[in-house]
Nanobody, 123 residues
Framework: QVQLVESGGGLVQAGGSLRLSCAAS????????MGWFRQAPGQEREFVAT???????RYADSVKGRFTISRDNAKNTVYLQMNSLKPEDTAVYYC?????????????????WGQGTQVTVSS
């Protein structure tokens, strides 16, 4: 059973930065893709970024150029560096572990999820 624990969320002013972390345990972290999704109140969970086992990445258009996903396979941890934050980035951010090796923006391709971490960006 894979367990994912996110951390690093908080309250930040527009234009600021945050770095989210997701620590994984109980699975073969280095062999699967990992992803970040977010969900704002009253909205569906949406794709943010994903990274495969060798570091290939994919981003949502809304965060491209501002967010960077990375992973440290030795630490079983995936990160999301968020710069130039906007109020519309406010959401609960979830880390997911994909079923396979390849980058995917579909939430249906992720088998395990963390509990989420709140990110609030004030204007």
């Amino acid at each position: 059973q894979v367990q994912l624990v996110e951390s690093g969320g908080g309250l930040v002013q527009a234009g600021g930065s945050l770095r989210l972390s997701c620590a994984a345990s109980g699975g073969t972290f280095s062999s699967v893709a990992m992803g970040w999704f977010r969900q704002a109140p009253g909205q569906e969970r949406e794709f943010v970024a994903t990274i495969n086992w060798v570091g290939t990445t994919r981003y949502a258009d809304s965060v491209k150029g501002r967010f960077t996903i990375s992973r440290d396979n030795a630490k079983n941890t995936v990160y999301l560096q968020m710069n130039s934050l906007k109020p519309e980035d406010t959401a609960v951010y979830y880390c997911g572990s994909a079923r396979g090796r390849y980058v995917t923006s579909s939430a249906a391709e992720y088998d395990y999820w963390g509990q989420g971490t709140q990110v609030t960006v004030s204007s």
